[in-house]
């Protein structure tokens, strides 16, 4: 980052929060984990700390943190380089080596580089 942009981010006060229940957001979260409702948490805030808050403003609350919480959450994993795809190319090729016998049964014939060959009634050539 630029010298000058590092000066205007660090000359700039922190704002306050912008929602009321953003200093509950914990209790919030344990009684929603606990099972309890919208309506039932919306009724303890009224209740136990004075502060109305509709059960649809508490939805909204959740569900918007619930999002960034999922963004952070689901980066991906630094890329590992391991043995499994030449283990599975090795037995692809021994499966191709080993051949394919036609099932006396089946009404196609396959054969690498050709077309499928429909069979006589009955698996018969």
């Known amino acids: 980052m630029e010298p000058t942009h590092e000066t205007i981010l660090a000359s700039l006060a922190q704002?306050?929060?912008r929602s009321k229940l953003e200093p509950h957001r914990e209790l919030i979260r344990e009684l929603r984990r606990k099972g309890r409702t919208y309506r039932e948490v919306a009724r303890l805030f009224h209740e136990r700390l004075g502060?109305?808050?509709a059960p649809s403003t508490l939805h909204s609350f959740v569900k918007v943190r619930a999002k960034h919480r999922k963004r952070e959450q689901f980066e991906l994993p630094p890329a590992i380089a391991?043995?499994?795809p030449a283990v599975a190319f090795?037995?692809?090729a021994a499966l191709r080596a080993k051949g394919s016998e036609p099932n006396p049964k089946t009404r196609f014939v396959f054969q690498e580089n050709e077309?499928?060959?429909l069979t006589g009634q009955g698996g018969e050539r």
């Open 15 to 17: 704002k306050p929060p």
């Open 90 to 92: 090795d037995s692809i």
């Open 51 to 53: 502060l109305y808050v």
């Open 82 to 84: 391991t043995s499994a």
């Open 115 to 117: 077309p499928l060959k």
